[in-house]
């Protein structure tokens, strides 16, 4: 049960962390003029960045062995979610003419939840993350 709180806890740390760093770099770039796909997609690049060394590190706690294999897959579950993130806010700014920060906080609801289930049960599914779900 421990173990479990604390792998929730520290998702929720990181994943916030991680979330701000996206929400941070998008806003910056949207004020500075800067198109809002091409804002959500250098957030993207480097928040992937730290949720990838955040997550293999201190939520899943995974070793050296299988980096590349993580690291592919990680990357590969972390575009899907970038374009649900692109489409989400193209659709809530041009379809529904909504705020670029707040389309931008809304779609991030649901990349949030996608990150993790994908990151739990494709990215790093191995012996170690197992006995959490147990």
Same mark, same amino acid.
């Given at each position: 049960?421990?173990? =479990?709180?604390? +792998?929730?806890? !520290? #998702? ?5 962390? %991680? ?16 198109? #809002? ?6 957030? $993207? ?5 730290? @949720?990838? #060394? ?18 592919? /897959? &990680? ?6 979610? #970038?374009? $649900? ?6 659709? /809530?700014?041009?379809?529904? +003419?909504?705020?670029? $920060?707040?389309?931008? /906080? ?7 939840? /996608?990150?993790?289930?994908?990151? =739990?049960?494709?990215? &790093? @599914?191995?012996?170690? %993350?197992?006995?959490?779900? !147990?």
């Amino acid at each position: 049960m421990i173990d =479990k709180i604390k +792998h929730y806890a !520290s #998702y929720l740390i990181f994943g916030v962390l %991680t979330t701000l760093v996206n929400l941070v770099i998008y806003k910056v770039l949207v004020d500075m003029g800067i198109h #809002y796909a091409i804002s959500t997609t250098i957030a $993207f690049v480097v928040a992937v960045m730290v @949720a990838f #060394y955040t997550n293999r590190r201190w939520v899943f706690a995974t070793t050296g062995k299988g980096l590349m294999k993580e690291m592919v /897959l &990680f990357f590969t579950v972390r575009i899907g979610t #970038y374009v $649900f993130d692109l489409v989400g806010l193209i659709i /809530l700014i041009q379809l529904f +003419h909504m705020d670029e $920060f707040i389309s931008k /906080l809304i779609v991030n609801g649901g990349v949030v939840l /996608l990150n993790y289930i994908l990151s =739990k049960r494709v990215v &790093f @599914a191995t012996a170690n %993350t197992r006995k959490i779900t !147990s």
